[in-house]
């Protein structure tokens, strides 16, 4: 698709659609899952992704564009700033947007004070994950269904601050126990390595992470 500015927007199209319709096992009448937030992010990553398209900029240099505009986007209202230069900035950030939570103030201060309430090691083994690309700088892990976990995960628990920041705390202890160690090695070969993490979804949706999230800390990943 390098180059093909017509195919990349064709492909766009469908993943919109694609999207537009993910709702439709359970409601067929409408485009439920494409609200306006959905739809703003994006219009927003069109046309960055029209950059790797064509081939302006390195992957990370047009990836850190689309965090930069998030973190904008929540400047915007009040949240604090955040640099993608910073390592543990750029960690949140992809944290944030990995839970779907870039587009509401009150939602980025749980992320934020989620992040903060891990220990320095267990932070530090998410920094270390989340800044690894897999091009150049050694493997970066995929943790599939990481997304969909984090959502329904915070449906699950009670709706109250404390609660929801235990429960992310928790979450954000997972997926570090998922990036197991990775870390960038300026480089080294780039390969991507994929972890499914279905079974998960089956124990956050269960009564004993509801009324104690730290349950989730026993699982095997």
Do not use: C, W
Request: net charge positive; charged share 25%.
């Amino acid at each position: 698709m390098s180059g093909n500015r017509r195919a990349f927007n064709l492909k766009f199209l469908e993943v919109l659609f694609d999207v537009a319709g993910a709702a439709a096992n359970i409601d067929a009448r409408g485009a439920k899952a494409m609200i306006e937030p959905v739809y703003r992010n994006y219009k927003m990553v069109h046309p960055i992704l029209l950059d790797v398209v064509e081939n302006r900029g390195t992957l990370r240099q047009n990836y850190d564009k689309l965090l930069t505009a998030h973190g904008e986007k929540l400047q915007q209202q009040g949240f604090r700033p955040l640099s993608v230069d910073n390592p543990s900035e750029r960690a949140l950030l992809r944290l944030m947007i990995m839970g779907r939570r870039t587009s509401n103030r009150k939602q980025a201060d749980l992320f934020d004070a989620a992040f903060n309430r891990l220990s320095q090691p267990e932070r530090q083994v998410l920094v270390d994950g989340l800044n690894v690309d897999g091009t150049n700088d050694g493997e970066a892990i995929l943790p599939y269904y990481m997304p969909a976990i984090i959502s329904e995960g915070l449906k699950n628990t009670p709706d109250e601050p404390e609660g929801k920041i235990e429960a992310l705390a928790s979450l954000m202890r997972l997926l570090g126990r998922v990036y197991n160690g990775s870390k960038a090695k300026k480089g080294q070969a780039g390969t991507i390595k994929e972890v499914n993490l279905r079974h998960v979804t089956k124990v956050i949706h269960g009564e004993a992470f509801k009324s104690d999230p730290r349950t989730l800390d026993q699982l095997a990943v």
